[in-house]
């Protein structure tokens, strides 16, 4: 069953502007994390937050964690066209340790 | 570069025929796994190896043949495959099976069924 759910399905902004993205997931964890994927490539890790913090920083990306809510964001600020791309959380389960469930994804564009 | 290799990056095969994907990390991490990404749906996870030994195996049809000879390398046999079983594959890495860490993925097999 799908685990995380992100929203929305697709954003357009222009550079420079921020980007948020959401994601909701339904059983306890023991963290979530953020993944990019560029066309038809890997996926690559961005970060990974746990299910005792409530916000980590990386960069311009800044993601946080409502555990009472089951949800998460990812923000990126200050966008650049080279953060087009596709977007995914990833659940790491209670009691299914190591079994990431991805959600279906924010294709984010960014316009020059 | 992520650490994980996969070849090849793209294939085409019949439906009769049968061919490997092949899966290598050089980043001594314990665990390996195999994903399927089809068009408009969710990363599913097929196969799960820990220290060589498979721990999971979510439902896939036997035409799908997973193997891991060491903790280097992992294979996903295919043969008599279907037109649906047209995705992108890819293979993944993890220190261990442990919670909180996180995961290398390969580039991914572009794999059409004709």
């Known amino acids: 069953s799908q685990q995380g759910e992100e929203d929305p399905q697709a954003l357009s902004i222009q550079e420079g502007e921020n980007a948020t993205m959401n994601c909701s997931y339904k059983?306890?964890?023991?963290?979530l994390q953020w993944y990019r994927q560029n066309s038809g490539r890997g996926l690559v890790h961005l970060i990974l937050i746990r299910s005792n913090e409530r916000e980590k920083h990386s960069g311009r990306l800044r993601v946080t964690l409502d555990t009472s809510k089951k949800s998460s964001s990812l923000l990126i600020t200050a966008s650049r066209a080279a953060d087009t791309a596709s977007y995914f959380c990833a659940t790491d389960a209670y009691g299914n340790t190591g079994k990431l469930i991805f959600g279906q994804g924010t294709t984010l564009q960014v316009k020059p | 570069e992520t650490g994980v290799t996969q070849t090849p990056r793209h294939l085409v095969m019949g439906m009769t025929n049968k061919k490997s994907l092949k899966c290598e990390q050089h980043?001594?991490?314990?665990?390996m796994y195999w994903y399927k990404q089809s068009a408009k749906k969710p990363l599913e996870l097929m196969f799960v190896y820990s220290l060589e030994e498979r721990v999971e195996n979510n439902s896939v049809p036997s035409r799908f043949s997973p193997e891991c000879p060491n903790s280097s390398h992992l294979f996903l046999h295919l043969h008599t495959l279907q037109p649906e079983d047209s995705a992108l594959y890819l293979c993944?890495?993890?220190?261990?099976?442990?919670?909180?860490?996180?995961?290398?993925f390969g580039q991914g097999t572009r794999l059409t069924v004709v």
């Open positions: 993944a890495s993890s220190q261990d099976r442990q919670a909180n860490t996180e995961a290398f």
């Open positions: 980043l001594g991490h314990n665990a």
């Open positions: 059983t306890s964890i023991n963290n």
